[in-house]
């Protein structure tokens, strides 16, 4: 991914990015890669290590979630995925809306 683009994604600066990946970069964790259409880019990739790493903290992350969630009943973690896809898709059009303007389906 493009630095610029993980900086929208995470809702954060391109300075912040460049701070973070610089860490990432000298802990082992990703490699900065040329793009092959565009020379001049550059993208972040995760090692084979950053990529254990991550896939641990989502299987621990996963586990809380279904230990948190057990005693829920079908229905309501039914409407927790849709209210939460719900606020996924809410939150990527308001990132990318002209100010001021409401989400199709939206009253004030």
């Given at each position: 991914m493009r630095p610029?683009?993980?900086?929208?994604?995470?809702?954060?600066?391109?300075?912040?990015i460049s701070k973070i990946a610089h860490r990432l970069d000298t802990a082992g964790l990703i490699l900065r890669v040329r793009e092959?259409?565009?020379?001049?880019s550059v993208l972040l990739a995760l090692t084979p290590r950053g990529r254990e790493i991550g896939e641990r903290i989502m299987t621990h992350v996963q586990q809380t979630f279904d230990e948190a969630l057990a005693h829920w009943s079908e229905e309501d973690v039914?409407?927790?995925k849709r209210l939460l896809a719900r606020l996924a898709r809410?939150?990527?059009w308001v990132r990318q809306a002209?100010?001021?303007?409401?989400?199709?389906?939206?009253?004030?």
């Open positions: 610029s683009e993980l900086a929208e994604t995470l809702g954060t600066g391109r300075a912040n092959p259409s565009d020379e001049r039914t409407d927790l809410d939150t990527v002209p100010r001021g303007r409401i989400a199709p389906g939206r009253a004030r």
